[in-house]
Nanobody, 127 residues
Framework: QVQLVESGGGLVQAGGSLRLSCASS????????MGWFRQAPGKEREFVAS????????AYADSVKGRFTISRDNAKNTVYLQMNSLKPEDTAVYYC????????????????????WGKGTLVTISS
């Protein structure tokens, strides 16, 4: 059973930066495509970014392209999300996801089929 634990959320002003981390345990980390999703109050969970098993391929939602960077360290069983130029509309609970079937390019379409989810970390951006 894979366990995912997110950290790094918090309150920052618009224009600021945050780095989220997601530590994985209980499985073979390098076997999973990893991703980040987010859910704002009153809205559905949405895809943010994903990274392939070896870290060589990434995908991003249009709303975060050029501002967010996803990366992974397979030696540390950890995936990261560097978030720059944050906007109030980035406010949400951010969830880490691990999936055996997805590729980096297909993870955005597998919301209902994701194998494992973390419990989330809250990111709040003040204007």
């Amino acid at each position: 059973q894979v366990q995912l634990v997110e950290s790094g959320g918090g309150l920052v002003q618009a224009g600021g930066s945050l780095r989220l981390s997601c530590a994985s345990s209980g499985g073979t980390f390098r076997s999973y495509t990893m991703g980040w999703f987010r859910q704002a109050p009153g809205k559905e969970r949405e895809f943010v970014a994903s990274v392939s098993r070896n870290g060589g391929n990434t995908a991003y939602a249009d709303s975060v392209k050029g501002r967010f960077t996803i990366s992974r360290d397979n030696a540390k069983n950890t995936v990261y999300l560097q978030m720059n130029s944050l906007k109030p509309e980035d406010t949400a609970v951010y969830y880490c996801a691990a999936d055996l079937i997805s590729t980096a390019q297909t993870m955005s379409g597998r919301l209902s089929g994701i194998n494992y989810w973390g419990k989330g970390t809250l990111v709040t951006i003040s204007s």
